[in-house]
């Protein structure tokens, strides 16, 4: 004859086959403390039967929008009433603002009740560096969805903080050593003294030795003219022929423009007001504004520096004339008009 299981036994089970009439299905081992609810093999104090859905509805139908507790392929779910709900994480008996708070529509808030982003912390958050890069404190970004994360923000090492592109040639493209203060780009920190210089759009940024440039000692060239011009219109621009000079620069060079106009305004009339316009490559630079009495001769200066880049360059003399008589450039000999220039080529 089989000898009964005893209540110290692991297959012994007291069963209520009485209440599947009622519905329900579940059994338990008084011995072993087995709670089944669907199965009648449970294996832990509470099992449901192994099959995918909800399995507990704290509020709610379980038809509509409720809140629960369920089993999907691959992963455990917690169900929410509706978008707008949350759910709030606190130790028990405090219940001002809680530990963490997951809303219905996936934000996630550290020590902030209404998180207003995906991630929302009230307070520090606090990195710390792993084994390699993989595992570096920081934030990997991408923009839509590639198949990689192309940015990382976050720690070089100890000491640096960078930003780094996963590619084309990945690597650390800026990053700053939080010791010292310096900066790296590309890989280079530079050398002492060089400068942060930008190559434009779509080139990159590159440390270099800062532009130095000599006396006026390349380049001191005048160039004269008896001018002989009378302006009549007011805002028309008159070029002054003579004045211009052309030169080929091999390297980026300061040039101080120096100017000489004589002018006479006639007896009959008030004074008249003019500029004299410093012009390169016919982009116009600089403007002075002068007026001159009626009936009276007189010699405008003005100086200003111009960054010239190498290449081919004009740079000329006009003048406007804005309101007033005629103006005159008069051609008297021995008083001439006169453009000086004097470069201070970088080396």
Known sequence: MKTPPTANSASFKCRFPGLLAAGLCFAFCAQAQFVGIGTNTPTAPLSFQSVLGKKIVLHGDGNAAHTGIGVQSGFLQFYLGEQSAK????QWGLFGVPSMTVTGSGQLGINMANPEDKLHIGGNLRLRWGSSLADAPGIWMANGTPATDPYFVGLVSNSD???????????YKMYWNITYGSMGINGDVGAKGFQLTSGGAGAATAWKMPQYYTDFTNLSREVFENTGYAIIANNVW??????RITQTYSKPTKVAVHFNVFARAPVCCAHVEFMVV??????????FRYYIENGTVNTFHGTMMLDIPPGNHTVSIAVLKLNGADLELPAIQGVPSSLILQAMPGY
């Open 238 to 243: 008159q070029q002054l022929p003579g004045l």
């Open 278 to 287: 410093v012009d390169l490559n016919g982009g116009g630079q600089k403007q």
């Open 87 to 90: 759910m709030h994480f606190n």
């Open 161 to 171: 903080i960078g930003i780094y592109h996963a590619g084309p040639n990945p690597g």
